[in-house]
């Protein structure tokens, strides 16, 4: 247990089983969140053996992300992607069983944003990402040296960064995913001396460009079908812009909508491209557990996820 706060007590009698006994665990659920330390071909694998049980898996993992039928959701962008869900089950022999993922945390700070100026249509992104160590499962106890450091590189996310986004914004055709040839992104993605948060400074570019005011309307006005449905674990305000020329910052702005909303500040013009901004979101609430969560309640709300 590596959290600060105390193990809940109504997990502490849980037994801990072993992902490889399929068959056992299946029988003891409706479905499982997957988030496994293995290599991306065991993931793929272990996941469809557990969709074949007739079990659903909502998935934190990578390894599906590109699996043309397996949905990969921000359930407030692109919902609509559940439909390949049918040809997922036809592929796999199921009627019950499939694979949904989630994105990579590296992009909530920013593919929220981007989703709610489409209108405008965004051509190109440049981000750097500033990412927390509890993106990598640490804490500053298991990890010292990074407290006063920074490094300059993490593994796999800048090209996650640059691609997933094109995906979530791509359109279901012939039961597969196609994804978005565009807005171009190109990322850096940056290990920063911080528990839980990360931020994205980011310049973009527009076809069509919109006023400072037009922007920050949208981002206020922007909420999906978690906030339609009033999940339980949906934020009631899904984006919240932050006037102050010192927001969002981790201390105070992480925890915004108990880390399922995203903070947005310093919005203004750029010499180079048409607007800049900053954008924060909490990565293992967001970006990982909650948005997983959120995730498994739009898939009940739409029948996907039944008890067994």
Not at 1 to 28: G, L, Q, S
Not at 191 to 205: E, Q, S, Y
Not at 221 to 247: C, H, M, T, V, W
Request: glycine content about 6%; aromatic content about 8%; some cysteine.
């Amino acid at each position: 247990w590596k959290m600060d706060t105390p193990m809940p007590e109504a997990v502490k009698n849980i037994r801990v089983m072993n992902v490889n006994e399929v068959e056992a665990v299946a029988a003891e659920v409706d479905f499982v969140f997957s988030a496994v330390d293995m290599s991306k071909d065991e993931i793929r694998k272990i996941e469809e053996d557990y969709a074949r049980t007739e079990t659903p898996v909502v998935s934190n993992n990578s390894a599906h992300r590109w699996t043309p039928d397996v949905p990969m959701m921000v359930p407030e962008i692109n919902p609509e992607h559940m439909e390949v869900i049918e040809s997922q089950r036809k592929r796999l022999g199921t009627k019950r069983g499939f694979v949904a993922v989630k994105p990579n945390c590296s992009i909530q700070s920013y593919a929220p944003v981007l989703t709610a100026w489409m209108e405008f249509e965004p051509v190109e992104v440049v981000a750097t990402t500033y990412q927390a160590i509890s993106g990598a499962g640490k804490t500053f106890r298991d990890w010292p040296e990074m407290v006063g450091n920074i490094i300059p590189y993490i593994g796999g996310e800048e090209e996650k960064s640059e691609k997933e986004p094109l995906r979530i914004w791509g359109k279901v055709e012939d039961g597969a995913i196609v994804p978005a040839k565009g807005p171009v992104i190109t990322c850096q993605c940056i290990r920063v001396p911080v528990l839980n948060g990360h931020t994205a400074a980011v310049f973009v570019k527009f076809s069509k460009k919109p006023t400072k005011e037009q922007l920050i309307q949208k981002l206020r006005e922007f909420s999906g079908e978690p906030q339609r449905l009033g999940l339980p674990s949906a934020p009631k305000q899904f984006i919240q812009y932050l006037e102050e020329d010192n927001r969002p910052q981790v201390a105070l702005d992480v925890d915004f909508e108990n880390g399922m909303g995203i903070s947005v500040g310093r919005l203004r013009e750029d010499t180079v491209y048409d607007y800049k901004f900053v954008g924060l979101s909490h990565n293992t609430v967001r970006g990982a557990a909650g948005g997983a969560v959120l995730c498994a309640e739009l898939l009940k709300a739409h029948g996907y996820i039944t008890k067994k």
